[in-house]
């Protein structure tokens, strides 16, 4: 069974930084196109960052500049380096293949941006 777990989450100041970590597990998954995506309170769940097989990668405008998305094919990971927090940006952050599938959505990680 394939399963992506996210981790690096946590409180940070604004302006601070984080970098989150997903790691996919089992077997028979095509690690190929990945994303990260977040989640605020009352929100609809949105793409900040996305990277091909080939690593190109891409971002939205609001995060653009800040965001980093990156892959360690060996490690079957991808990571999130995520600086210049605003408070708005906080959210529980998921990773899942890009386009999305619905069974591999996982708990997330939190990351709450203080002011």
């Known amino acids: 069974q394939v399963q992506l777990v996210e981790s690096g989450g946590g409180l940070v100041q604004v302006g601070g930084s984080l970098r989150l970590s997903c790691a996919a597990s089992g077997n028979g998954f095509s690690f190929n196109g990945m994303g990260w995506y977040r989640q605020a309170p009352g929100k609809q769940r949105e793409l900040v960052a996305r990277i091909t097989g080939l690593s190109y990668t891409y971002y939205p405008n609001s995060v653009k500049g800040r965001f980093t998305i990156s892959r360690d094919n060996a490690k079957n990971t991808v990571y999130l380096q995520m600086n210049s927090l605003k408070p708005e940006e906080t959210a529980v952050y998921y990773c899942?293949?890009?386009?999305?599938?619905?069974?591999?959505w996982g708990q997330g990680t939190q990351v709450t941006v203080s002011s």
């Open positions: 899942n293949t890009f386009p999305t599938a619905n069974n591999l």
